[in-house]
């Protein structure tokens, strides 16, 4: 017997759909928030124009459990004729693993951070749950645009009012973050403009 179809829609539920301007590519991002019957799931596409005026698609999904803690991600990008993807799939004892293999430098990490969206800011800033004040260090696995190299990125979060935080990397970048009610980047100087919502 199948499941009554509501049941699957909550399971499954939008909460919010954003379109972020790409600074850094000259583009566009257009990205869902889900609740799922697993978690949190981030769904998005970006078109833009890399630095050597080549045009770029590509499309990224992060699934998080409950407690924003990562679980899966699945990226593909399009640069003319080139296609490059990339899975990744962390185990319970922290183990990330692409096509099977371990990635031993990103073990015990927590959160990705793609290189190409402002979305996965919202992992940590959702799993931290920081009280205003309050910052913490934590290493993510920086999946690095456009060649989908993955390695660990030293990140500091400091949550500086409500809706603001302030990011800094071990490669000397900082930004001040704003973010609305779920989390998600309103504001990031110099990479991302929010221009829709819904």
């Given amino acids: 017997m199948r499941g009554n179809p509501e049941s699957r829609t909550m399971a499954n539920e939008l909460k919010r759909v954003v379109v972020w301007k790409n600074l850094l590519l ?11 019957a697993d978690g949190w799931l981030l769904k998005g596409k ?37 296609l490059k993807t990339l ?9 990330w693993r692409s096509s099977g293999e371990e990635l031993r430098e990103v073990l015990g990490c927590h959160d990705v951070d793609l290189a190409l969206t402002p979305a996965t800011n919202t992992l940590p800033i ?8 309050s910052s ?7 999946v690095k645009f456009p060649d989908l ?9 400091t949550r500086m009012t409500k809706d603001t935080y ?13 973010v609305d009610d779920l989390g998600l980047v ?13």
Avoid: K, M
Wanted: charge should be negative; include cysteine; proline fraction near 3%.
């Fill in 26 to 36: 000259d583009g566009r991002d257009h990205c869902g928030l889900w609740h799922t």
């Fill in 46 to 82: 970006v078109v833009g124009v890399l630095n050597d005026q080549r045009p770029v698609l590509a499309s990224y999904e992060i699934h998080c459990d409950e407690n924003w803690l990562t679980h899966r991600v699945q990226v593909e990008r399009t640069i003319g004729r080139d």
């Fill in 87 to 95: 899975s990744l799939n962390v185990e319970s004892r922290g183990a």
């Fill in 126 to 133: 959702r799993r931290l749950n920081l009280q205003v004040g």
């Fill in 136 to 142: 913490e260090s934590v290493v993510a696995a920086w």
């Fill in 149 to 157: 190299t993955v390695q660990p990125l030293s990140q500091r979060y």
């Fill in 166 to 178: 302030r990011y800094e990397s071990n490669t000397g970048f900082s930004a001040e973050i704003v």
């Fill in 186 to 198: 309103a504001s990031y100087p110099g990479g991302w403009e929010r221009i829709a919502s819904l």
